[in-house]
């Protein structure tokens, strides 16, 4: 029998019950795609994070992938964090993470939480005129994409996006997107929801990744580098985001909720 480490932390959560869960389970060496994509499946969470600790001199600490129940995904902000929080412990100030399609990310300690480090990624003007109405609202004013399936709508008012129903069914049969709805907060600067029902995940609670869009996006539109956001899903979770050059530094906190182990019985 294999028992693997395994803890379950709110990422971007300010209180119990907020934020995105993540499930972190630190390897030896990397499984078989197979079983990874399983353990992710079995927690049945947003999203699953694997990491295998590098050799000194690699440039970075950890390797880190993500799965979500569904499939493996090209990047996770929430799940970033949330390993950040477990493996840096008590006393370490940063931990950098080498990822397959996203490069090496960083997280630092910053105050009672911690600062995440993101590409940050602009897209170009679309239109998709089939897609509002299966997001169940009113028409956007702005419609924005950028390859490898992210979707961006502007609404007027956070209103507007609260009110969103979208036909889940339908999206995923459109496969894997992320689609992100987002408007001018009433609390804080920006607010948005996010969905990926082709993911296996029908509304993400707070989406690191999404953010990595909206971070360029309103700085440009407010006119400043940084900005506050409330990603206003049932759970729901508050990011600080800057822009930094080509990066998005996301802030927020992590609460662990469950630690225990992970076991796979041999043949």
Same mark, same amino acid.
């Given at each position: 029998?294999?028992?693997?480490?395994?803890?379950?932390?709110?990422?971007?959560?300010?209180?119990?019950?907020?934020?995105?869960?993540?499930?972190?389970?630190?390897?030896?060496?990397?499984?078989?795609?197979?079983?990874? #994509?399983?353990? !992710?499946?079995?927690?049945?969470? $947003?999203?699953? &994070?694997?990491?295998?600790? =590098?050799?000194?001199? /690699?440039? *970075?600490?950890?390797?880190?992938?993500?799965?979500?129940?569904?499939?493996?995904?090209?990047?996770?902000?929430?799940?970033?964090?949330?390993?950040?929080?477990?493996?840096?412990?008590?006393?370490?100030?940063?931990?950098?993470?080498?990822?397959?399609?996203?490069?090496?990310?960083?997280?630092?300690?910053?105050?009672?939480?911690?600062?995440?480090?993101?590409?940050?990624?602009?897209?170009?003007?679309?239109?998709?005129?089939?897609?509002?109405?299966?997001?169940?609202?009113?028409?956007?004013?702005?419609?924005?994409?950028?390859?490898?399936?992210?979707?961006?709508?502007?609404?007027?008012?956070?209103? #507007?996006?609260? !009110?969103?129903?979208?036909?889940? $069914?339908?999206? &995923?049969?459109?496969?894997? =997107?992320?689609?992100? /709805?987002? *408007?001018?907060?009433?609390?804080?600067?920006?607010?948005?929801?996010?969905?990926?029902?082709?993911?296996?995940?029908?509304?993400?609670?707070?989406?690191?990744?999404?953010?990595?869009?909206?971070?360029?996006?309103?700085?440009?539109?407010?006119?400043?580098?940084?900005?506050?956001?409330?990603?206003?899903?049932?759970?729901?979770?508050?990011?600080?985001?800057?822009?930094?050059?080509?990066?998005?530094?996301?802030?927020?906190?992590?609460?662990?909720?469950?630690?225990?182990?992970?076991?796979?019985?041999?043949?």
């Amino acid at each position: 029998m294999i028992a693997l480490p395994f803890t379950q932390v709110d990422a971007f959560a300010d209180a119990p019950f907020t934020g995105n869960p993540a499930a972190v389970i630190p390897l030896e060496d990397w499984l078989d795609d197979a079983v990874l #994509q399983a353990i !992710a499946q079995e927690n049945n969470l $947003p999203e699953t &994070a694997f990491t295998v600790s =590098l050799s000194p001199g /690699a440039g *970075a600490d950890y390797a880190l992938r993500w799965f979500t129940p569904a499939v493996e995904v090209a990047l996770c902000g929430h799940a970033t964090l949330a390993s950040g929080h477990v493996l840096m412990g008590e006393d370490r100030p940063s931990i950098r993470f080498r990822t397959r399609r996203a490069g090496d990310l960083t997280v630092t300690r910053e105050g009672d939480g911690y600062a995440l480090d993101l590409p940050g990624w602009t897209m170009e003007p679309a239109h998709w005129p089939d897609l509002p109405a299966l997001l169940g609202g009113p028409a956007p004013q702005e419609m924005r994409g950028r390859e490898g399936g992210y979707r961006l709508f502007v609404y007027a008012d956070e209103a #507007q996006v609260r !009110a969103l129903r979208p036909d889940f $069914p339908a999206l &995923a049969a459109l496969g894997n =997107l992320l689609l992100i /709805a987002t *408007a001018p907060g009433r609390e804080t600067d920006v607010v948005s929801r996010v969905f990926a029902p082709g993911a296996g995940i029908d509304e993400d609670p707070v989406t690191g990744s999404a953010h990595c869009l909206l971070t360029p996006y309103w700085t440009a539109r407010l006119g400043r580098d940084r900005f506050t956001a409330y990603q206003a899903s049932a759970r729901g979770g508050h990011i600080g985001c800057r822009l930094a050059g080509d990066r998005a530094i996301l802030s927020g906190r992590c609460r662990t909720v469950i630690e225990g182990r992970f076991l796979l019985r041999g043949g």
